[in-house]
């Protein structure tokens, strides 16, 4: 490329400015970055769900429980494979900020209904035997240490008693794939069911529901809440991504304020990047007019132009990347809980790289044009 | 050979018909050149003075197909530049100017010999001929040496040379030299002169150059008076220099 050393030697002309601006755009990049991950954490449920999977829960809402017998009543119905039950605890760990979810399982058929969710074999077997035994997602368990053996004091929220409920870590499970939930602690529903005072007893949170073809989803969500259509408990069936998406709806519209700070970062970069191009070009006009006067075309002044801000930009977008790929992990550990896992996928980062280049051209495409249709005798009448 | 005011066919390098530039500005209209006339022939060596606003400048930048005239013609070397496209007359001007200014122009970020190197990036010489080509045109300047040292490195004078060796290094038909001892003193504005009269001479370069200086002007084989956008006359160098009072 024989026009390198006329582009890249003008990047370095102002140092302080190309430091600054490469700041912009790596500080810019990052938060992209870093809204991406936090987008896709929100909207990962509805992607990674299972497509023949349902979720059944109480019609008024979800923090509204369901009988225990439902789940016989459910597994009948033409089309479902196994049916599994949860029941939200709520607990707290040691402190308030430690954060992460508890549920109570139906051991019988966890494994089979989620088959993402991988145990090593023996420490299911342990678990299955143990009245108080535990499992805990690998992150949750890596995040405070936990190994198996450990006996694991949860306080509850909800379900009254005094002190904390003992639980023995019998396994950890992991996902197999990177975006699976991997902060649950599951616990036996025989503990659960001997604790919980009477009038909760024989009642579930909600239903998950294995079929045996996703193309039976529609029918089979209709068959559910057909079965217990006015019933005291009636309920809405939903496929399991239907059930995310809603679930992500309750913090409020994510989507839309993601997209409100990612296009003020946008704007404002472009701005701030189009006067620094604006600046650079108009310092230069003499420069650009001798290029012109020795026979560079104003096709060639506005590419060097378009490149030079290009060629910012995607160094600043890498860098802001680089340290998003630092930084988003240890977001991710300091927000484990609250959070699926933070995951800056190569998506992202071609995204991410695309964007910064979008923007380098944008704000290099208005100097450029102004350098291009620049008149030789004009810029030397005004230097 | 230089002849002003001539009509008739000929076989000069350089022909000019019946050349008028006209401004507006705030709604006056500004003749700066009309109806000029003149031929230059292969290295000839010629200067034009006149006074401030006389269209030195403007008729330099007509000759160099940076400004296109209100009417006339301006041909070199068989090409008819007047009516060129702004795209035509850039490649144009790549194969056949060489701009010397009186700033220098150099671009500072670049070396002596990256400078140098500009014009012939637009050709499509090997980076190796390019390289042969520019130790040449800076050996001729006298700054082979300097190759590497970026223009705040140099002098005033060496910036110039430089200046010069950009303008000759891709062997344009002609210079068109606009003030180039202007920035200078006296000892450098000669070392430039020199350069420029071993470049007519030696290397049969043809040079316009434009000046205000009259001790500048008697170095050239021909001298013309710009007054009002006319030219007034062609006088030999010596008679010239003598007019202006310097011996």
Known sequence: MKFRALIFSNLFRKKVRLLLTLGSFAVALFLFAFLAVVRDAFNRGGGIASANRLITINRVSIIQTIPLSYRDKIARLRGVQRVTFDNWFGGVYQEEKNFFPQFVIDPENQRQVYPELLVPDDQWNAFLKDRQGAIAGASTAKRFGWKVGDRIPIKTTLYGGDGAWEFNLDGIYHGQRKADDETQFWFQWDYFEERVPERLKGQVGWYTVKLDSPEDGLRVAKAIDAEFANSPYETKTDTESAFAASWVKQFGNIEFLILVIGSVVFFTLLLVTGNTMAISVRERTGELAILKAIGFKDGSILLFVLTEAMAIALFGGLLGLGLAMAAIPVLGSAMSGMLPNLILSKLMLAGGIGFALLVGAASGLLPGIGAMRLRVVDAFRRI | ?247
């Open chain 2, 1 to 247: 050979m230089v002849s002003v005011n001539t009509n008739g066919n000929s076989s000069a390098l350089i022909q000019v018909r019946g050349l008028d530039k006209t401004y507006w500005r705030g709604g006056e209209q500004i003749d700066v050149l009309q109806g000029l006339n003149l031929d230059v022939d292969k290295g000839d060596f010629v200067a034009f003075m006149g006074p401030s606003g006389s269209g030195k400048t403007t008729l330099l930048n007509l000759l160099g197909g940076l400004d296109v005239p209100t009417s006339g013609a301006v041909s070199v070397a068989g090409d008819e530049i007047t009516h060129m496209s702004r795209g035509r007359l850039t490649e144009w001007r790549a194969r056949h100017v060489g701009f010397v200014f009186q700033m220098y122009n150099l671009v500072p970020v670049l070396t002596a010999y990256q400078n140098v190197e500009l014009p012939l990036l637009l050709t499509r010489l090997s980076r190796s001929a390019r390289r042969e080509h520019v130790e040449a045109a800076l050996a001729i300047v006298g700054l082979k040496d300097r190759a590497k040292h970026f223009p705040r490195q140099l002098s005033g004078g060496q910036e110039q040379r430089v200046s010069i060796a950009r303008a000759i290094v891709s062997d344009p038909t002609f210079l068109l030299c606009d003030e180039p001892t202007g920035d200078l003193d006296r000892k450098s504005a000669d070392e430039i002169m020199a350069l420029i009269e071993e470049l007519v001479d030696k290397h049969s370069k043809t040079v316009l150059m434009v000046t205000h200086d009259p001790v500048v002007a008697a170095r050239a084989h021909t001298v013309l008076h710009l007054e009002k956008g006319v030219l007034v006359e062609a006088s030999k160098p010596r008679e010239n220099a003598t007019a202006g009072g310097v011996a």
